[in-house]
Nanobody, 131 residues
Framework: QVQLVESGGGSVQAGGSLRLSCAVS????????MAWFRQRPGKEREYVAS????????SIADSVKGRATISQNNAKTTLYLQMNSLKDDDSAMYYC????????????????????????WGQGTQVTVSF
């Protein structure tokens, strides 16, 4: 059973940086898509970034491109999201997600295909950007 636990959220001033972490357990047996999503109050959940654990290939949403980096540690037990030049619009609950993809037969970037299979989710960590 895959378990995901996010941490690292908090309050940060606009223009600042934050690194979110997602502790991953039960997901080293095969290749997975790992991703960060976020949800602002009253808005739909939004894709932020994804990573394929087999080859570390990454994808970043246009809304954060140039300001966000997704990575994982070598042991594949922690997923990171580095966010720089934070804006008010970045305030949201950030969620870590995972989906098994041993054959690499679906894109980790869910905007490329509606058949994304992120079926493991963490509880979220809140990021609040203030002026």
């Amino acid at each position: 059973q895959v378990q995901l636990v996010e941490s690292g959220g908090g309050s940060v001033q606009a223009g600042g940086s934050l690194r979110l972490s997602c502790a991953v357990s039960g997901a080293t047996d095969r290749a997975y898509c790992m991703a960060w999503f976020r949800q602002r109050p009253g808005k739909e959940r939004e894709y932020v970034a994804s990573l394929y654990t087999e080859n570390h290939a990454t994808s970043i949403a246009d809304s954060v491109k140039g300001r966000a980096t997704i990575s994982q540690n070598n042991a594949k037990t922690t997923l990171y999201l580095q966010m720089n030049s934070l804006k008010d619009d970045d305030s949201a609950m950030y969620y870590c997600a995972a989906g098994a993809n041993p054959l690499n037969d679906w894109p980790c970037n869910p905007t490329l295909s509606p058949s994304g299979r992120y079926n493991y989710w963490g509880q979220g960590t809140q990021v609040t950007v203030s002026f």
